[in-house]
């Protein structure tokens, strides 16, 4: 047998053995191989795969089963693709679109097992396999619904992306634009002219590729839509706020949230006790909350889920564990817990920021690490002795409007003068008793 080797067969098993392997290298990336809409997705990639090689060996051997198979498999190719961007989106698998490529995948299975479906020409210089008819058209619109779909994702994904994952949005639109939008106007050219198929598959491999780097360097991409995480507080038996972090902007102040915190567990004393998890719907969001032996935990995100669900517990008994003998000892003081933000990146690191706007809102740190000028240092060094009181008041000021530091010296400066208006009157006073009763 005479094997017909052509440019087409050489890059469709390139262009597929490449994708399969990058699939499985994203697979042990331990940022994103439990991540679920990601898995759907591994998986229609897997499909694109299998498609381009199955398209490759049937032009290779001039097969025209190998053809039908290869058009079938654009089938589950978009169904996954569909459940992926669903639970991506809102963390649910249904949607009308996924009934509506069902029912289209029952008629393309018909229409690829009919006489004719499949034929062989000699268009570009090399005998090929091609589809015809209906079974063509099929295809070309089944290729057109995943396309739509991931452009649409992408599009949504890039325009509400946090400023902090902007730029990972960015690459990840740009790989999504050159997989659906350039693969499918070279697809419809291909109606045209031969040629643009491989055209059609260079551009989808290299997007597909773009698309995987991007999720890979920063997964939060996937957790934009489904829900927003606002904050998490950590409090022990007694009340005491021993923990607190911000992802989104919330009115809530850390004594409030604390105090809510507390009148709910008592509220739900039995429930807690069990050790359970327990959701409170909010008028504008949900608090999971979650009690253990020496501490309650509460998180507030916009609504609840099962990863949610799951990440608080695992915080819940890492944060006991890494802080046993300071809750132990009953230590209150937050300052004690700080490590506690390494937690936060193993338990919370796929759940994006959305605290900043823009690059020129400033970033606050906390007192040690912030610089102000040297006389209101001197000025507050000599107010606050207690090292712990000075460095959150340094905090405070540095978070208030630019006029406000100015003030403060202002107001120092007024009250020194009348603390020594006040002594000289006294001393004025007593000198003046003197003189009568002399």
Do not use: C
């Not at 090399?126 to 589809?131: A, E, L, N, Q, S």
């Not at 639109?173 to 260079?202: D, H, K, P, Q, R």
């Not at 489904?226 to 009340?239: L, W």
């Amino acid at each position: 047998m005479v094997l017909n080797w052509n440019i087409e067969v050489i890059l469709d098993l390139i262009f597929s053995s490449v994708l399969l392997i990058t699939t499985i290298i994203s697979y042990t990336s331990p940022k994103t191989k439990n991540i679920t809409s990601l898995f759907f997705l591994r998986l229609s990639f897997v499909f694109v795969g299998l498609f381009m090689f199955f398209d490759g060996v049937s032009i290779l051997f001039l097969n025209k089963l190998i053809s039908r198979i290869s058009g079938l498999l654009l089938f589950p190719l978009a169904i996954f693709v569909i459940i992926g961007i669903n639970y991506t989106i809102k963390e649910n698998f249904y949607s009308i679109g996924l009934i509506l490529v069902f029912g289209l995948g029952i008629l393309l299975v018909y229409l690829g097992l009919q006489p004719g479906a499949v034929g062989i020409s000699k268009d570009i210089g090399y005998p090929r396999t091609d589809w015809r008819g209906l079974f063509n058209i099929m295809g070309m619109l089944f290729s057109a619904i995943g396309s739509f779909y991931l452009l649409y994702w992408g599009a949504r994904t890039f325009l509400n992306a946090p400023f902090l994952i902007k730029k990972d949005a960015s690459l990840l639109f740009l790989g999504v634009m050159i997989a659906s939008l350039f693969g499918m106007l070279f697809y419809l050219l291909y109606i045209f002219e031969t040629f643009f198929i491989l055209l059609s598959n260079f551009s989808m491999i290299i997007g597909l590729l773009i698309f995987t780097i991007a999720i890979i360097r920063e997964p939060k991409l996937l957790y934009i839509f489904p829900f927003t995480v606002y904050r998490i507080v950590v409090k022990d038996r007694e009340g005491h706020p021993l923990f607190d972090h911000d992802w989104s902007e919330s009115n809530i102040s850390e004594t409030i949230f604390t105090g809510f915190l507390n009148a709910v567990q008592l509220m739900s004393e039995e429930v807690m006790h069990i050790g359970g998890l327990l959701d409170i719907n909010l008028e504008e969001g949900i608090l999971i909350l979650k009690e253990s032996e020496r501490i309650t935990v509460g998180l507030v995100a916009s609504k609840s889920s099962k990863l949610l669900r799951d990440s608080v517990v695992s915080f819940t008994t890492d944060f006991e564990q890494k802080f046993d003998r300071e809750l132990k000892t009953s230590i209150e003081d937050m300052p004690a817990y700080e490590s506690a933000y390494e937690l936060i990146e193993k338990h919370f690191s796929n759940f994006p920021y959305k605290i900043l706007k823009s690059k020129k809102q400033p970033l606050l740190l906390t007192g040690k690490f912030i610089k102000i000028p040297q006389e209101l240092d001197n000025k507050l060094r000599s107010v606050f002795t207690d090292e712990k009181e000075y460095e959150a008041v340094k905090a405070e000021l540095i978070k208030s409007p630019l006029s406000i530091p100015s003030e403060f010296l202002k107001s120092y400066n007024e009250m020194q003068e009348e603390l020594r208006q006040i002594s000289g009157e006294d001393v004025k006073y007593l000198d003046t008793e003197s003189n009568l009763d002399e």
